[in-house]
């Protein structure tokens, strides 16, 4: 995208101080806090600390999974292709979790 426009903002000493304060804060440059608060009305950053444990128990549990299932096929279990569709049911479970994450990113910062 090309930013060919520009435009010149004023801003009083204080104005000027709590945008920087601001950007500084959500650790972006003053110009895209800006544009971003100009085109989304507001800014907002949350701690995704939960959700991002949330997610690094999912790559765990199905990096056991994994493991598990290697294991059903180097032993010819007949448990393998229960293991197979519970594996299948799990990425499904984990995409449609990363897809509502990716929903979010475009108003939060991480």
């Known amino acids: 995208m090309s930013r060919n426009i520009v435009r010149h903002l004023r801003f009083s000493k204080s104005e000027y101080e709590a945008v920087s304060r601001k ?6 440059s003053e110009g895209r806090l800006i544009r971003k608060i100009a085109i989304q009305g507001n800014m907002k950053r949350y701690d995704l600390y939960e959700l991002r444990k949330i997610t690094r128990a999912f790559r765990y549990c199905g990096d056991s999974l994994e493991q598990i299932r290697k294991i059903a096929e180097t032993e010819k279990s007949e448990y393998l292709p229960e293991i197979k569709n ?11 979790f990363e897809k509502e994450i990716k929903k979010l990113r475009p108003n939060v910062l991480l």
Do not use: E, G, V
């Open 86 to 96: 519970m594996q299948d049911r799990f990425l499904n479970i984990s995409k449609t």
């Open 23 to 28: 950007a500084a804060y959500l650790k972006m």
